[in-house]
């Protein structure tokens, strides 16, 4: 069984459209935002101001024979009294939530070198390898696509998967054999049926944890310069267990220049 090229070429525009969707995801996980307690004390400073100018005002201007109770002023001061420290209250909230997060990072940190795996087409390539792993009921047309940070297709694979359990190991090198540098990829799995409809294969990436990082209370896997979400993470196993646990896995067969991995 081959692919065909309309199936390669939807791989191709999947992998494309995945390098749009993570470079922006990349680059918002490694933007700051400002706190909303911050944001709301200097709105309150701000309004306070112009609180005790229209009360100054309406000192100013109130009727001598009917001035304002002395109880409205000592209401509306009281409120202002209850905004600040509720915010004042969110504040500190802010500072434990951090505390938190930071010493759930520290405790995340001794992941460092172990091989994670997950649902991301994010495809980090270390150390020149990089593998993907899928399941499919039957033998099937596979179409698999890689393109760089740039949404450039850098590899493409056709396959014909194996009923069960598939792995396909990307050597890091391009359509033309040249070796590329380490880095995030992006890749996509496509699969096409007998009518010829084309569809996505669910699939996961395999790599070594190389960093730990938090933004805005979401906790980052550095797999290399790939930077995925740890929701996205399914297992953290030890890189020396990795070798034993992978030899349940049946490989695609290739019918391209593309490295596939053959375990049984």
Aim: charged share 10%; net charge negative.
């Amino acid at each position: 069984m081959t692919t065909t090229t309309s199936l390669l070429s939807t791989a191709e525009t999947a992998a494309k459209s995945s390098a749009t969707t993570n470079a922006a995801s990349i680059s918002s996980a490694s933007t700051t935002t400002t706190t909303t307690s911050t944001s709301a004390l200097s709105s309150l400073s701000s309004n306070f101001s112009t609180f005790l100018t229209l009360l100054t005002t309406q000192l100013q201007n109130q009727d001598p024979s009917s001035p304002m109770s002395s109880d409205t002023f000592t209401s509306e001061l009281a409120q202002f009294a209850g905004v600040e420290q509720q915010v004042a209250t969110n504040t500190n909230l802010t500072t434990l939530i951090s505390l938190t997060e930071d010493g759930q990072q520290s405790s995340d940190m001794s992941l460092v070198g172990k091989t994670a795996t997950a649902s991301t087409t994010q495809l980090p390539l270390q150390n020149g390898s990089s593998s993907i792993s899928f399941n499919t009921t039957s033998a099937e047309s596979i179409a698999i696509a890689v393109t760089d940070s740039s949404g450039n297709v850098v590899k493409t694979a056709e396959l014909t998967s194996s009923a069960g359990a598939n792995t396909w190991t990307w050597d890091g090198t391009n359509t033309s054999g040249t070796q590329l540098a380490d880095g995030s990829y992006n890749v996509a799995v496509e699969t096409e049926d007998g009518s010829g409809n084309t569809s996505t294969v669910p699939f996961t990436v395999t790599g070594t944890v190389t960093g730990i990082s938090n933004n805005s209370g979401t906790i980052y896997v550095k797999m290399g310069s790939s930077l995925i979400d740890m929701a996205d993470v399914t297992s953290f196993t030890d890189a020396s267990s990795t070798t034993s646990s992978s030899s349940t896995t049946s490989s695609a067969t290739s019918t391209s220049s593309a490295s596939t991995s053959t375990t049984s």
